[in-house]
Nanobody, 124 residues
Framework: QVQLVESGGGLVQAGGSLRLSCTTS????????MGWFRQPPGKERESVAT????????YYADSVEGRFTISRDNAKNTVYLQMNSLKPEDTAVYYC?????????????????WGQGTQVTVSS
């Protein structure tokens, strides 16, 4: 049973920062792309940022480009999402996921394992 545990969510004022972490038990972590997704209230889940198996390539949604940074530490089986200049529209439940592919990709159907999610709330 693969487990993913997210942490770092919380309540922050607009303009503030948060750093999300996701540690997984997947044995092939160093060969899998990883992704962060989010689901705002009443909306569908969307891709936020993804990273290739070795961190060599990344993908960002237009809405977070330049504000968020995804990174990974293969020695710790952990992926991070640094979120700066947060806006109220970033409010959502954030999920990390393990891709079945090695290359960064934004498609939820390409991800086999998902965490339980962590709430991020940005107040105006």
């Amino acid at each position: 049973q693969v487990q993913l545990v997210e942490s770092g969510g919380g309540l922050v004022q607009a303009g503030g920062s948060l750093r999300l972490s996701c540690t997984t038990s997947v044995r092939t972590f160093s060969t899998n792309a990883m992704g962060w997704f989010r689901q705002p209230p009443g909306k569908e889940r969307e891709s936020v940022a993804t990273i290739s198996w070795n961190g060599g390539s990344t993908y960002y949604a237009d809405s977070v480009e330049g504000r968020f940074t995804i990174s990974r530490d293969n020695a710790k089986n952990t992926v991070y999402l640094q979120m700066n200049s947060l806006k109220p529209e970033d409010t959502a439940v954030y999920y990390c996921a393990v891709s079945i592919y090695s290359n960064a990709n934004p498609y939820p159907s390409h991800y086999a394992h998902w965490g339980q999610g962590t709430q991020v709330t940005v107040s105006s």
